[in-house]
């Protein structure tokens, strides 16, 4: 993220998605990867148990194994924070 702004990480939303998008175009990638492996997994579970069920419902483990992301297209078209999971049958 350094790349697209100077806060890094902690770059406004739409900066993360215009980023992420920006990224997929550039590497022709249908996704990119967040990857919060390095937490511990009980703080994960606790902190986000809606979407570690989603990521293990479709056989992802969050506590293992990067999340595939893509921004939402109101994401890109209007800087709207929402991102989804990636993939077509991800996008509930």
Sequence with gaps: MQRF????SLAPRDVAARAIYQTML????PCV?????HKPADLLRERFP???AVCLERGIDL???PIPV?????????ASPR???AG????A
């Design 5 to 8: 702004h100077p806060a890094g």
């Design 26 to 29: 550039e590497s022709g990638e």
């Design 33 to 37: 990867y967040l990857d919060i492996t």
């Design 50 to 52: 809606s979407i570690y």
């Design 63 to 65: 506590t293992r194994e």
């Design 70 to 78: 893509v921004p939402r297209p109101i994401t890109v078209a209007a």
């Design 83 to 85: 991102t989804i999971l």
């Design 88 to 91: 077509p049958q991800w996008t």
